[in-house]
Structure formats: C-alpha cells, structure tokens
C-alpha cells in the first residue's frame, strides 16, 4: 500500500486589495468614489462595514506555448521556494543557458524532439510524482494548464503531491485526446470525476486513488467514450453509486484492473459487476479491488462466487 499523502489543503490567498488613500479633510466625495468604497451602517453603538462592490471576475492566464508555461509552473507550484525534490533544468539559470548553449530539458518532461529553444517545447510526457508540488485548481493564474495544452501530451504523472482545488478545474480537458496514461493518485483534489474525462479518448490507465474525490461516476467513463480503458485506480476515496458505467452497454469491456476499494459504493454496485460477468462483459479482467464499501456481507458471498465462475480470466479479487 502506498504511503497516504498529507490531507493538506495547499490552497493559497490570493493577493490582498490594497488600502484606498483617505480623502482629504473637507473634500466632497463623487458618488463614483463613494459607490466604490465600502458602505456604513450605524447603530447604536458598534458600526456595520459591508464589502466593496465585486471587481471584475479574474480570468485565466493563458499561454502562447508550454515552453512560456514553464517558469510560471516553477514558481506558482513551489519550486523556487525550494518545495521540489528535483528541479533541475526548471530554474531561471537553467531557462538563461537554455537559450545562450544547449536546450536544458527539465526534470519530468519528455519530448518527441528536443527544441532549440523553450518557446519550441511541446511535451510529450510531464512526470513529476513525488516532486513535492504545490498548487490549486482554483487559482486560475496556476500554470499547469498552459504546460500541458499543446496536444501532443500521452502521460501525465502529479501522484503524491500536495495539488487541491476541485478536479474538473484542474486541467485543459479538451486538449488531452491523446493521452493515455493520467495519474493524480495521492493528493488533495476535491469535487466529482467531470464528464469531460470522456475528451480522454486515448486514455488507457486512470490513477486518481487516495484524494478527497465524491459522488457518482460519469457516463463518459463508459467503453463506449474510453474504449482503450484498461485500468481504473480510484481506491480511497468518497466516491457512491453503481460502477455499470464502467461496462456500458452489452459490448465488451477493455478493462483489465479495478480498484474501488474504500469509497461508499453500495449493493448495486456490486450487482452490477456480478451481472457484468455473468453476461461475459469481463473477459480481460485480472484483478478487482471492492473491498471497504457498503456491501451486505450476506449477499456478498453468493455474488463473490457468481464473479470467480463467470469471469475466467480474474486472478485477483478483493471484497
């Protein structure tokens, strides 16, 4: 069993608004000045501030290339504060020789060809597990967005660090069709699994296991939208409901591994993966990890039987 991450929450503050100056003794206030300024209601004894009007909502930062991305990325998520375990090549020193000798590839990134230059960059992998990563989806300046939205991305590997905010506002989902190895598995994101999972289409491995992730599987995590998916890790979480997503339909599902282990997922999930395998939906699954959810322990060996006879290939199976 891996180790389980910190449960903090690496949300930053964001910038505080500054102090407006004080008018000057005797000078009228324009009604533009005082409908931007804080209001005040008197009572009694104590005074009432209300907040100031809400600014224009922050828009997300964009980038003209990953190479652009990768000092923000640096910065926003620790490592010039010397959070990372390894930064090598991801510093301004490393980004000055980049461009004056020989192109510094950073740690954790693969290319299909090494550029001339960081504004050539186009990562195929980002593998950064265990790096010590901070960072939080909800800042909408959190650059990894911008490092990962070129197109040609195929892994992505953040396990085990300290990244929270919701999931469905981690990442340029719509930029990710052909990856197919994603692993979020061991930090602190929140919220449920997006159907935009189903932009995915390449995905053949989904790693989200010990993070704070709930409620209902998407329909888009289906064979129908996924039909590559062969490995689902999704242990130690909040998540309920029925896994018949996983199977849709009466084809035949690609997966090969699941693990659900320690959600809240209830008799009819498993009835459901009974009757997946009674149907021979299953044919390539080898290991099954249901245990520590909502199961009725009567029935649950009746249908443990059910699964080990209707799906040949299983070698491993955990209730």
């Not at 800042?139 to 919701?166: A, T």
């Not at 994603?182 to 159907?195: D, K, Q, R």
Request: include cysteine.
């Amino acid at each position: 069993m891996p180790p389980q991450p910190s449960k903090q929450n690496p949300c930053r503050e964001g910038p505080s608004r500054e102090a407006r100056a004080p008018e000057p003794p005797g000078r009228a206030k324009s009604p533009s000045t005082a409908q931007q300024e804080s209001a005040t209601v008197v009572g009694d004894e104590d005074a009432l501030t209300l907040p100031a009007a809400a600014s224009e909502a922050p828009r997300v930062t964009e980038y003209s290339n990953a190479g652009e991305a990768i000092g923000p990325f640096y910065h926003a998520s620790g490592g010039s504060d010397n959070m990372w375990i390894n930064d090598f090549g991801w510093s301004e020193v490393d980004a000055v020789r980049s461009t004056s000798c020989t192109f510094v590839l950073p740690h954790g990134v693969g290319c299909a060809f090494v550029p001339t230059d960081r504004t050539g960059l186009e990562p195929t992998s980002l593998e950064l597990q265990g790096n010590g990563l901070i960072g939080d989806s909800s800042d909408l300046s959190f650059p990894l967005r911008g490092l990962v939205s070129s197109g040609g991305l195929l892994r992505l590997n953040l396990s085990f660090n300290q990244i929270g905010g919701r999931l469905a506002e981690l990442l340029p989902w719509n930029c990710l069709a052909n990856v197919e190895f994603l692993s979020l598995s061991g930090n602190c994101l929140m919220g449920e699994l997006p159907e935009d999972i189903g932009m995915l289409t390449s995905l053949e491995e989904l790693w989200i296991s010990a993070n704070q992730l709930m409620g209902q599987l998407p329909s888009a995590i289906g064979p129908l939208t996924l039909p590559r998916l062969r490995v689902v890790a999704m242990s130690d979480n909040l998540l309920r409901g029925c896994l018949t997503v996983l199977f849709g339909g009466s084809g035949l599902s690609p997966l090969q591994r699941l693990d659900a282990a320690n959600n809240g997922f209830e008799d009819s999930a498993w009835k459901s993966l009974a009757a997946a395998g009674h149907s021979r939906r299953l044919p390539s699954l080898t290991s099954l990890d249901v245990s520590g959810n909502s199961f009725v322990e009567r029935e649950t060996s009746a249908l443990y039987r059910t699964l080990l006879d209707s799906v040949p290939s299983l070698a491993a199976l955990r209730v």
